[in-house]
């Protein structure tokens, strides 16, 4: 594997897609300086000016303030950011600690999230952990917001067990009610008052310029039981922070951690040996996750056959990385106006690609912000089935309507058609065997050729044309 092929490799997992122009940029790096600079988001600039208040504030003056709208913004900075590598570490995230807009209807409850997830996902688990526990969605999802003393909730006390930290057959039913005990005394704080459009309006404005919530967690120590409880064979008058102090330094959370990220990174099932490497750099960095991130990209195991091109995308990985390889996001950020604000509604084109990329994701099995259940969404083989093969192909007919793959792959027209199909291949970091060229070879010339590409009409069929045959490939299934 040469450089430019093991930085595609790394891009292609923990960024969004390896693009030219990324490769050109990494190629001469070892893999570990590509992630380290990945991973460098405090000297980064993120490159994605678009507030999440403009998909809110709609075209008639009307505030929308359903989850929906975080779902389409966070589409967007999915295909715009220039921090790919934290915005995939957040989808890992969201899919532990699962939390629906099915349930958590209001979308400022679910940025929230998403923010406490973006802002500790790389640092410690242990405060990642804290910040989840507590914040209005996760209060909401699992009802710790109804928990009182005397009358607990069990539902955050068990996921938490169950999911978040140990995992099933290392706890006791005992174990979720003490829990739940040490949780109680949490509630929400409504800050949004609701009326005519005009106050709604100047409560948003009011709560951006001094940036604070519309809804907030809120601790009530007269409502929390503080009484002595038996939590994992130890006794104390436990409170929440001290329960997860105790479950993130336990040796099931470390393995359940590291495990989920092995599999979300490489490849599912990590080798024993692999795991306990892992879960020595958890404890050793005292449960940082971007150390267990650079031991993953330092393994052998990750640079081998069993890895390289053998993950299923998922429909981030097949549709995003797509189109930010197709450069698009140069043309979409320059429809937006220079002054806009946090409040002015986002000009069609780029919401229309919000709702289009929010639409071909669900159909593919993936809605941002509403997974299936508190177990998150169900990976590998599942995103491919007969019916979600049908959708990527479809997507083909979505990708090709605006003319910007046309246009990129025009240049290389002038030369042929074996180096538009060249060009195409490099473009989408696409491996093609003698036998998958011909294919393309052939269906472009079915569809014009290179002289296809003098008018816009044919030129687009072409394009579309190879990006079906594309989608269709087995091998383009994989990451």
Not at 250 to 262: D, G
Request: net charge positive; glycine share 6%.
């Amino acid at each position: 594997m040469n450089a430019r092929d093991q930085a595609a490799h790394v891009l292609r997992r923990f960024g969004l897609g390896a693009s030219p122009e990324e490769l050109d940029r990494y190629e001469r790096m070892p893999p570990v300086k590509i992630l380290e600079s990945l991973f460098d988001f405090e000297r980064t600039a993120e490159g994605f000016p678009i507030n999440p208040y403009e998909l809110v504030a709609q075209p008639n003056g009307e505030l929308q303030f359903d989850t929906g709208r975080i779902t389409r913004w966070w589409a967007l900075r999915l295909l715009l950011t220039n921090t790919p590598a934290r915005e995939k570490l957040t989808l890992f995230w969201h899919d532990h600690f699962a939390v629906s807009g099915e349930k958590v209807e209001f979308g400022p409850m679910m940025l929230g999230y998403l923010n406490v997830l973006r802002r500790h996902g790389a640092g410690s688990f242990r405060e990642l952990l804290g910040a989840v526990s507590t914040c209005p969605a996760m209060l909401r999802w699992l009802d710790g917001d109804t928990s009182i003393k005397g009358r607990p909730n069990e539902n955050f006390a068990r996921e938490l067990l169950e999911l978040f930290t140990l995992g099933i057959g290392h706890y006791t039913e005992k174990d979720v009610q003490e829990v739940s005990r040490a949780f109680t005394g949490w509630s929400l704080r409504n800050l949004y008052r609701g009326g005519d459009l005009k106050a709604r309006r100047a409560q948003l404005s009011d709560a951006l310029r001094d940036d604070r919530p519309l809804i907030a967690s809120a601790y009530s120590p007269d409502l929390n039981d503080d009484g002595v409880k038996t939590i994992l064979g130890k006794t104390g008058r436990f409170d929440g922070n001290q329960v997860l102090d105790m479950l993130a330094a336990r040796p099931e959370t470390a393995r359940v951690i590291c495990s989920k990220l092995w599999s979300f990174y490489a490849y599912p099932d990590p080798e024993p040996a692999v795991l306990q490497r892992l879960t020595k750099v958890y404890f050793d960095s005292k449960y940082q996750i971007r150390p267990i991130l650079m031991a993953i990209v330092q393994s052998k195991e990750f640079w081998s056959s069993k890895c390289v091109r053998a993950l299923v995308k998922c429909p981030v990985d097949f549709t995003v990385a797509f189109m930010r390889q197709s450069g698009v996001r140069e043309r979409l950020l320059v429809r937006r106006a220079a002054d806009a604000g946090p409040m002015t509604p986002l000009p069609n084109e780029i919401r229309g690609v919000a709702d289009v990329l929010t639409a071909v994701m669900n159909k593919q099995g993936m809605l941002l912000l509403y997974p299936p259940d508190v177990d998150g969404w169900h990976w590998g083989t599942s995103w491919v089935s007969p019916a979600m093969m049908i959708e990527r192909i479809r997507f083909a007919e979505v990708v090709t309507r605006n003319g910007i793959l046309a246009d990129v792959l025009k240049p290389a027209a002038s030369s042929g058609p074996e180096a538009v199909v060249e060009a195409f291949s490099k473009r989408f970091d696409l491996p093609l065997k003698p036998e998958q060229r011909l294919v393309l070879l052939e269906g472009l010339q079915r569809a014009g050729g290179a002289t296809a590409f003098d008018r816009p009409q044919t030129a687009a069929n072409a394009v579309r044309t190879l990006v079906r045959l594309t989608f269709a490939m087995p091998e383009y299934q994989f990451c």
